[in-house]
């Protein structure tokens, strides 16, 4: 089944405790991106990546860290986490990203809280 | 300075009625794309419709339309004979050029009344 996948789906930790969620997808998708969800603020870019070893900044960059050394996963880093990350986390993938429609496909989401 | 607006928090509407949610945009770049997603209860992203800055028709996907009116910046989407599983948030998003930055709106919680 074509899919991408996050893990973990839950996750509570405290300040400062270095984390990875984990996003995978099975469709040789060459774009992937991450977002978070705050109430009110709806969906915000935080890091996106063109294709392999391709990473950009998003909206709201800052406390996160990325890599895409193979082409199916694209980690999500919290270095130092802190409560204002406290958020629900998505990842998407997409064909590609170039002019024209290219519908991206979210995973089910990662709620994060950060005490 | 914010990209995509979505003027309504909430919307409420009776089941089999159409109901028109707002989205406006503002960009310089003469060629973008514009989603929508619905997100229900169960937290899933679901992609509705997309409509391209060059498309001359407006975008149809079943009960949905999106009314492009490229000189006022408005992508609103339209769902004719509502349901109750249309309740739901709904996310406006834009795409620039061949950028992968993506912008969303802040959404609007649309409710279906029986």
């Known amino acids: 089944e074509a899919q991408v996948t996050q893990n973990p789906r839950y996750l509570i930790t405290v300040t400062g405790k270095k984390l990875t969620v984990t996003c995978s997808q099975n469709m040789n998708h060459e774009y992937m991106s991450w977002y978070r969800q705050d109430p009110g603020l709806g969906l915000r870019q935080i890091y996106y990546?063109?294709?392999?070893?391709?990473?950009d900044k998003g909206d709201v960059p800052e406390g996160y860290k990325v890599s895409r050394k193979e082409k199916r996963n694209f980690p999500l880093i919290l270095e130092s986490p802190s409560p204002n990350q406290t958020s629900l986390y998505f990842c998407?993938?997409?064909?590609?990203?170039?002019?024209?429609?290219?519908?991206?496909?979210f995973g089910p989401g990662t709620r994060l809280t950060v005490t | 300075a914010q990209k995509i607006t979505q003027t309504q928090p909430g919307m409420f509407v009776q089941e089999k009625e159409a109901v028109t949610l707002d989205c406006t945009y503002d960009t310089s770049d003469p060629s973008y794309g514009l989603f929508w997603y619905k997100q229900p209860s169960s937290g899933e992203m679901i992609f509705l419709i997309y409509q391209g800055s060059y498309d001359q028709q407006n975008a149809t996907e079943g009960r949905y339309s999106l009314n492009f009116q490229k000189a006022r910046k408005s992508a609103n989407l339209v769902i004719s004979a509502s349901q109750l599983g249309d309740s739901a948030m709904y996310f406006c998003?834009?795409?620039?050029?061949?950028?992968?930055?993506?912008?969303f709106g802040a959404g609007t919680r649309l409710t279906v009344k029986p």
């Open positions: 990546s063109m294709n392999v070893e391709v990473t």
């Open positions: 998003a834009m795409r620039e050029g061949i950028s992968g930055d993506m912008r």
């Open positions: 998407a993938s997409s064909p590609h990203m170039i002019q024209g429609f290219n519908e991206q496909y």
